[in-house]
């Protein structure tokens, strides 16, 4: 058997580890999260084999970050990571995947109608103006305008309370005095009529109000309007001020003119691609579209391939209109690992990361086979994996840890896993928060019920609707805590300090001690004690004409961010750069009450061993993850909120996860409700409640097909979804 074979490996936290990788075969990196696995796969064995390739087309490359002694057998690669960094509103699966060219080729050889100008939407002659391309609009909603169970007395229209600016709420009297409407019934059993001269009535007759402004009392003649034909004028107002007053009553809907096509109906009225109009060609789900071109014509081969790979890895409730930025970090890495399967590609290194994170379990089979039919197609598989049985099924294991950090690098013997399961007797749930009528998206007149003070676990298919319910409740309910897939936002100077709040309370106390300005103990540009080379970053970038850019470790402050000048200011007998070199677990034993907090919920998270003055672009994404829970979870006046986390155990390993879980719960009594998606049997069978969306994605979704006991679900459903897959 033929290897690619690295030798003295020492990139980040590697101990000097020589690893053979079987050619044409599927190798599994697992390991603790934080152990070394990214450390291997992606910045040695990926970057290593990438820049062999780079230095055959465009000569040496002349720096590198990563260390290995001695390398043989490489061959090119390319690199399937997890992550969404795309924030532009106008990338959709159609521009992501370039259709411009599969339709244009099309266009040349006589099978398509549509002259390839048309055929780039974004572009202004061809966009809908109504959205200006973007697919969808704001409009005012109704449910957070209104609180149809108080009176208007009590404030049932909610932009006019506001005990700083009375005017609206006087108005009000006067109106309803006016027209006879009841201030003492609550709003829901309001005639249709009233309801209808209280939200939509154009100025009418004028009344003179004594009001306050600001406390100033002021006196004008004012005629009234609805509050939704007044935020409807706000919302197109050149005034900033008045457009920034309405977005709270504001929620995205479908573009009424094109559908969330994004493209002008017009300029498409007649035009077709493959017999289907092309706004429903944009708009249609894949997989209603594979059958669609089959019927009409058996000549675009190369686009139902395409399409069908798509359909294949569980994607096919996506439409070609749907935004890139809206897709889950799991959905994009399959969109990508699409373009593989569809491709002819043969003889490279592909490196997959955590591809079953966030994946219905029933979808384990699909996505195995795809694997496998790259590797039978000649290529060398390595997948970044904590899934035991992705693991268990690859044709080599390689385990990175014991621990993470500092304390990790290892190569070690195969993990045996450790059962994560409390031994709970079923819970009785006696209080529910239940919501009724939950419409969004494929949610139709949904309604769903968690316990109170417990711990719920949503599970379900890609696209089912988990999501959908999450962002309901959020938009809805008041005091809801949603901590989503959403990246984590950081700049080049964004450190684990600054991440986890450290920083902050190490500027007050340092600033109170030495009666100096708390930026001047801080990491921003232009603050007193930070290395002058490279201004706090730690990294200091070489840019040789038109190349990219080369970033290399400051010689100056070697990566510790601060000048020699910050060893001259002390707290608890240690300088203020010393401290930033501290991990959490040396924090931890720190005398101040507030770094201990900190410090021990970033221990139960398994982040004792990340410094402080670690960037945050170094860390893997478990620990970005965890790091965000951190900095999401406040631990006083919950009892009335609710807290949705959404993949709080992807790209973790098991022991991680569980340990993540049980600080989850440790605060789950501060909580009215707390309620998480997450598809790890760690997660779900420990929760105290389980619903499933399901039973399939888009509009094969959204409904509830299981809600109770973890256990049961556990047993019968789960064991039954990976039940072919064990015996594939």
Known sequence: MKYIELYGVKTNNLKNIDVLFPINHITAVTGVSGGGKSSLAYDSLYRKCRDEFLCVERGFVDYVHYE?????????????KQSNNNVNPRSTLYTY????????????????????????????KVQCSACNGLGEQLVIDLDKVVDHGLTLSEGAIKPWVNKYDTMHSQLLVEYCRSELIPMDVIFSDLSSDQKDKLLYSGPTQKFRVSFCNKKRKRTRTLSFMGVISELSLRLISHSKYEYDSCLPYTRSDVCAVCMGSRVNPVVFEDKKICGIGFVDFLNHQIEDLIPLIKENNKKYSELLNVLQCISNLGLGYLSLSRSIPSLSGGELQKLNFSKICFSQISGILIVIDEITSQVYSKDYSLLWHAILSLRDRGNTIVL?????????????????????GDSGGYLVNDYIPVNHRFNKSPCLHDEYLIIDGICKNNLVSVSVKFPIGLVSVMVGPSGSGKSSIAE??????????????????????????????????????????????ESFFGLSEGGGLVCSNCNGRGVVKYQKSFEVGVEVVCPVCDGHLFSNEADLYTWNGLSLKKIYSLSFDDLFNIDDKSLAKISLSAIKLGLGHVSLNRKTKTLSGG??????????????????????IDEPASGLDDDTAFGVFCFIKELSYLYKAVILIDHKPVIFSNSDYLIEVGPGSGSNGGRITFSGDPDSYFNEIYKANIADFITT
């Open 623 to 644: 620990e970005l993850k965890r790091f965000k829970l951190l900095s999401n979870l406040p631990i006083r006046g919950n009892h009335n909120k609710i807290l949705i």
């Open 384 to 404: 970044v994996e904590h899934n035991k049985l992705f693991v268990d099924k690859s044709d080599k294991v390689i385990n990175i840890g014991p621990k993470p």
């Open 97 to 124: 995947l370039n259709f411009y060219s599969f339709l244009s080729s099309l266009y040349y050889s006589g099978l398509s109608e549509i002259n390839c100008n048309l055929l780039k939407i974004n572009n202004p």
């Open 472 to 517: 309901y409740i959020y938009e809805t309910l008041p005091n809801v805590v949603y901590v989503s897939q959403q990246a984590v936002k950081a700049n080049v100077r964004s450190t684990v300090a600054s991440l986890s709040g450290v920083g902050k309370v190490l500027s007050r106390v340092f600033a109170k001690k030495y009666q100096l300005p």
């Open 68 to 80: 290995i002694d001695e390398s043989l057998n490489i061959i090119p690669s390319i690199a399937i």
